[in-house]
């Protein structure tokens, strides 16, 4: 049997959601960007509920999810902590999103474009070899949307983000598919970036297709060598802007 619900109690739920996320994003920011640490202590439960007009099980939501992310650590009788950085869970998209927000860090950025070396030939090597149809057609769709976006029909950004989105999903690799997420947020940051210091407005499609074509073609070293080449030229960028020797 079916309880009745009324659409009263469904907006309380949904606002309690919106409103614990909402505190989460605020304090995960103020915590990245160093409101609070050593020298300025975290807030109390009590002072939290005041300052955002939460009740304590929202609060006390909020903050469980934010020690998931490495960022507080909280000791009964004790109070909730910062935890440092060292202890932050960088993989967590939220994280890393307010991480790059905060003042610009190119070493930031020059590290996990290393990460995306180590995962993205490895995905367009799979693709090659065991995409299906529907996503190689998702694929070559990314590819005519970045040309699109030459021609000023299409978001440059969105389309480039699409693109490996699609590798990413076609490598069939269900640890590679969780990659999504962060690639999306550091691609929001980086694309910007390494098109300022190639002095171009968007990333080159021609560039993006002798991927698209070599996973289409079911040529794995071929593809996997090419999506390296790719983003190999983004890090050699970021290297150079941030005065780091290139890298083997």
Same mark, same amino acid.
């Given at each position: 049997m079916?309880?009745?619900i009324?659409?009263?109690?469904?907006?309380t739920?949904?606002?309690?959601?919106?409103?614990?996320a909402?505190?989460?994003?605020?304090?995960?920011?103020?915590?990245?960007?160093?409101?609070?640490?050593?020298?300025?202590?975290?807030?109390?439960?009590?002072?939290?509920?005041?300052?955002?007009?939460?009740?304590?099980?929202?609060?006390?939501?909020?903050?469980?999810?934010?020690?998931?992310?490495?960022?507080?650590?909280?000791?009964?009788?004790a109070?909730?902590?910062?935890?440092?950085?060292?202890?932050?869970?960088?993989?967590?998209?939220?994280?890393?999103?307010?991480?790059?927000?905060?003042?610009?860090?190119?070493?930031?950025?020059?590290?996990?474009?290393?990460?995306?070396?180590?995962i993205?030939?490895?995905?367009?090597?799979?693709?090659?070899?065991? #995409?299906s149809?529907?996503? +190689?057609?998702? /694929?070559?769709a @990314?590819? !005519?949307?970045?040309?699109? &976006?030459?021609?000023?029909?299409?978001?440059?950004?969105?389309?480039?983000?699409?693109?490996?989105?699609?590798?990413?999903?076609?490598?069939?690799?269900?640890?590679?598919?969780?990659?999504?997420?962060?690639?999306?947020?550091?691609?929001?940051?980086?694309?910007?970036?390494?098109?300022?210091?190639?002095?171009?407005?968007?990333?080159?499609?021609?560039?993006?297709?002798?991927?698209?074509?070599?996973?289409?073609?079911?040529?794995?070293?071929? #593809?996997?060598?090419?999506? +390296?080449?790719? /983003?190999?030229? @983004?890090? !050699?960028?970021?290297?150079? &802007?941030?005065?780091?020797?290139?890298?083997?």
């Amino acid at each position: 049997m079916v309880a009745n619900i009324s659409p009263d109690e469904f907006r309380t739920v949904d606002d309690g959601r919106n409103i614990t996320a909402s505190i989460v994003n605020d304090l995960g920011r103020a915590i990245v960007t160093q409101t609070y640490g050593a020298d300025h202590p975290f807030p109390t439960e009590a002072e939290l509920c005041l300052r955002y007009g939460a009740s304590r099980p929202v609060l006390r939501e909020a903050v469980k999810m934010l020690t998931a992310k490495g960022l507080l650590l909280a000791r009964k009788r004790a109070g909730t902590f910062v935890q440092p950085e060292n202890n932050w869970n960088l993989l967590d998209p939220d994280v890393l999103r307010w991480m790059l927000e905060r003042d610009f860090s190119i070493d930031l950025l020059i590290d996990f474009t290393e990460i995306r070396m180590s995962i993205e030939p490895r995905a367009a090597t799979l693709a090659a070899h065991g #995409a299906s149809g529907p996503q +190689r057609r998702a /694929i070559m769709a @990314a590819i !005519e949307q970045m040309f699109a &976006a030459d021609r000023g029909e299409a978001d440059a950004l969105e389309a480039d983000i699409g693109f490996h989105i699609a590798v990413l999903e076609a490598s069939n690799n269900r640890f590679m598919r969780q990659f999504t997420d962060l690639v999306v947020t550091t691609l929001r940051f980086s694309i910007r970036r390494t098109n300022e210091y190639k002095g171009v407005p968007r990333a080159s499609a021609k560039e993006h297709k002798r991927v698209a074509d070599a996973i289409v073609a079911g040529e794995p070293a071929l #593809a996997g060598a090419r999506m +390296r080449e790719l /983003i190999g030229g @983004a890090l !050699e960028l970021l290297l150079v &802007a941030g005065n780091h020797p290139l890298r083997p």
